[in-house]
């Protein structure tokens, strides 16, 4: 997911002058002082967050690209995933953002579910896509907030190709079941042969070489290759383990 993965030059480029003239024109005193102030606007994310999320019923969340152009195959292939998710009760949750994230959000309102966007503000303007259940589109400021949202409220993880910032919501789930932080919930990475490289290189260069990653760990995860396999992954999960909040 992720519109972090989409960051024109120009865009970034005129963020990061306009965060080193800020800091040109404050002391360092003064710029650590707007910390303590912050913390109301982190509170107030979180609380609207949880007061919106804590009426959705049981979600998946879905990953991948906002690069993903509406006629590659992977858009179709999440837009298949959530329709056949809201066939088996599941409403969808992405990042609100174009490509994958779009396609979910369209596949779970053509199967008649619960459609949730959380949305990112950034230096660049990138509007909600448009199958985004009107009341269930929220906007965030900070990235860790929007995770927390992700993680609190989704009963699985379904993640398709995608850069960093699909990349970052993988591992940030991986690590809180590894250490235990969280209940265990089912990831699922569509497609084999995108993430076989990856998954390669952990199990050989983390794993064996390293002895970094316990072997066990690897079944954190399943790999499928198309949406039936997807949507049977969480149902084989919920089959063995009690459907209840991560936390």
Known sequence: MSKQEKVPQKATDHHERRIKNAFKRKGWSEVKANDSWAIFKIMSEFVEGFEAMQRIRPCVSIFGS???????????????????????????????????????NKGAQRGGGTSVGLNIELPFEQEPNPYIDKEKSLNFDYFFVRKVMFIKYSQGFIVLPGGFGTMD????????????????????????????????????????????VNPVDMDLFSVVDNAEEAVAAIDGFYSKYMLKPNF
Request: negative net charge.
């Open 66 to 104: 906002a690069r993903t152009a509406p006629e590659a195959p992977e858009y179709k292939l999440a837009e298949e995933i959530a329709f056949l998710l809201t066939g088996h009760g599941y409403g969808v949750i992405t990042g609100g953002g174009p490509g994958i994230m779009e396609a979910a």
């Open 169 to 212: 919501e993988l591992f940030e789930a991986l690590t809180l079941i590894q250490t235990q932080k969280i209940a265990r919930f089912p990831i699922i990475l569509v497609g084999r042969k995108y993430w076989q490289g990856l998954l390669d290189w952990i199990k050989s260069t983390m794993g064996d070489k390293y002895h970094y």
